[in-house]
Antibody, heavy 123, light 107 residues
């Protein structure tokens, strides 16, 4: 059973960037997509994008295009999500989640989740 | 993007009640619908995939049905640990999109 452990909470200034990590253990890393999903306080879930480490191929939700970069390091089984030009509206808990099945298809089913990382943006 | 609409957005129920939550897609998504449960301060947990496939370890009181645009999540007899927020998510196309959630509270 894979475990995903995320980096700790961050406090950022408006206009800055944040990079959150997600380390996988106990399962295969490279052939499963890792998605990033965020949840603003008291709000629902919003998918940001995903990567399949074996190919290094990422795709992103349109509303984050140009502002988010998702990468993966196979040697350490770690995925990263970097979000730039932060605003107060980016204050949220950011989750990484691994797909239930291997490969990269249009089907996204998030079977394993990290514990979440709170990113607070405030001047 | 495909819009997912859940109803109700919240409800109050008692232990032992039978509960149904509905989820409607803005276009046909065939059976590509997942359900998640989220408890306060925790990550979501996948309950059901492909509309009706119960994940390992999920109690059999949970069931899912539907296809096309209309789906339901049913809890046959609500237990204390089921008080949580439930989200549907379409897995038909990219980007995957979630419903707004249904918060189940204790009456």
């Amino acid at each position: 059973q894979v475990q995903l452990v995320q980096s700790g909470a961050e406090v950022k200034k408006p206009g800055s960037s944040v990079k959150v990590s997600c380390k996988a253990s106990g399962g295969t890393f490279s052939s499963y997509t890792i998605s990033w999903v965020r949840q603003a306080p008291g709000q629902g879930l919003e998918w940001m994008g995903r990567i399949i480490p074996i190919f290094g191929t990422a795709d992103y939700a349109q509303q984050f295009q140009g502002r988010v970069t998702i990468t993966a390091d196979e040697s350490t089984s770690t995925a990263y999500m970097e979000l730039s030009n932060l605003g107060s509206e980016d204050t949220a808990v950011y989750y990484c989640a691994r797909d239930l099945v291997s490969g990269m298809t249009t089907v996204v089913t998030l079977g394993s989740w990290g514990q979440g990382t709170l990113v607070s943006v405030s001047s | 993007d495909i819009q997912m609409t859940q109803s109700p957005s919240s409800l109050s129920a008692s232990v032992g009640d039978r509960l149904t939550i509905t989820c409607r897609a803005s276009q046909s998504i065939r059976s590509n619908l997942n359900w998640y449960q989220q408890k306060p301060g925790k990550a979501p947990n996948l309950l059901i995939s492909v509309a009706s496939s119960l994940q390992s370890g999920v109690p059999s009181r949970f069931s899912g049905s539907g296809s096309g645009t209309d789906f339901t999540l049913t809890i046959s007899s609500l237990q204390p640990e089921d008080f949580a927020t439930y989200y549907c998510q379409q897995s038909y196309t990219i980007p995957p999109t979630f419903g707004g959630g249904t918060k189940v509270e204790i009456k």
